[in-house]
């Protein structure tokens, strides 16, 4: 079976430097050792300021994690949920030099991750960088589809046209989201010390897949464009609500043929489904799939 985890050898000098084309989603120097007590922040990596990076795990995206050695002389570190259950076909890695490794997203892991969340534990490193991409493709160009500086608040009361972004002049953009495409949303923190923004829906919905997103600091989101997530937007409208951001850009990626019109197509023949619209003969327990027509979660 083919590995869903690359670790670079440890005869190659690792690079460091993150080519345009990934975006970093935290950086800093974090150390993590699980000798250390319960409690103690520093057992794992994924639960602390900005380290909640969940909505990243889209299927098909590369997640790369850029880890150094500390003063040990044994470096491991695994790939879990937070329910102490390692993220399907990730092996732990084990190094001894400064390393990245970077995790393919499958569908079984983001189902996993969408669940239960993504942390890093082990022994004997610092986490540097975590990153989204892939340092052998080029950069994505964007074409802008909003710009300006609109404030998202969902304390506000109703009727407030900043309770939620997507309703505003030139925020109607439910036309780009055609199958295939990537849309990005750019975000800077406001004054206040709770950051979170949610993508929905005018019918209060989340789109199919996509994760609220918990930040501390101005960051980017990539929605890449399923064909649930067309369907839905092309329905009910795309917006954006939240608490403490502002929205300064919205905008997608150049060069993109999607499916213009969606339709929607109820198959009743019994057969199970992913959520691509792909048979599975061998369903697994506890995943998501779509059986005559209806989401269900085998069991």
Not at 1 to 7: A, E, G, N, Q, V
Not at 18 to 25: D, M
Not at 212 to 240: H, M, N, Q
Request: charge should be negative; charged fraction near 25%; include cysteine.
């Amino acid at each position: 079976m083919k590995k869903l985890f690359t670790l670079l050898m440890l005869s190659i000098v690792a690079v460091m430097n993150v080519n345009a084309a990934e975006e970093t989603l935290w950086e800093g120097d974090y150390n993590v050792d699980w000798d250390l007590p319960d409690g103690d922040p520093n057992r794992e990596w994924g639960g602390g300021a900005g380290q909640d990076v969940t909505s990243y795990f889209i299927i098909g995206e590369k997640i790369n994690v850029y880890l150094t050695v500390a003063g040990t002389d044994y470096h491991k570190c695994q790939f879990d949920t937070w329910e102490w259950e390692a993220l399907p076909g990730v092996d732990a890695a084990e190094f001894s030099a400064d390393t990245k490794v970077t995790i393919e997203v499958t569908e079984d892991i983001a189902a996993a991750v969408a669940e239960k969340g993504f942390r890093l534990h082990g022994h004997g490193f610092h986490v540097a960088k975590v990153t989204k991409g892939s340092d052998d493709q080029p950069a994505v160009e964007e074409e802008d589809l909003w710009t300006g500086d609109y404030n998202v608040d969902w304390d506000l009361p109703d009727g407030d046209p900043n309770r939620e972004w997507g309703g505003g002049e030139g925020q109607d953009v439910t036309a780009n989201f055609v199958t295939g495409a990537k849309i990005f949303v750019y975000l800077t923190v406001a004054g206040t010390d709770y950051h979170k923004c949610q993508f929905d829906t005018w019918e209060w919905e989340a789109l199919p897949g996509i994760s609220p997103a918990e930040f501390s600091e101005d960051t980017k989101v990539t929605i890449e464009v399923t064909d649930d997530i067309a369907a839905a937007v092309a329905e009910k409208g795309f917006r954006l609500h939240g608490h403490g951001f502002h929205v300064t850009k919205v905008s997608k990626a150049k060069d993109v043929t999607g499916i213009k019109t969606v339709t929607a197509v109820v198959k009743n023949d019994g057969k199970y489904y992913n959520l691509r619209g792909q048979v599975v003969t061998n369903p697994t327990k506890g995943l998501l799939y779509i059986l005559n027509g209806r989401k269900i979660v085998l069991n």
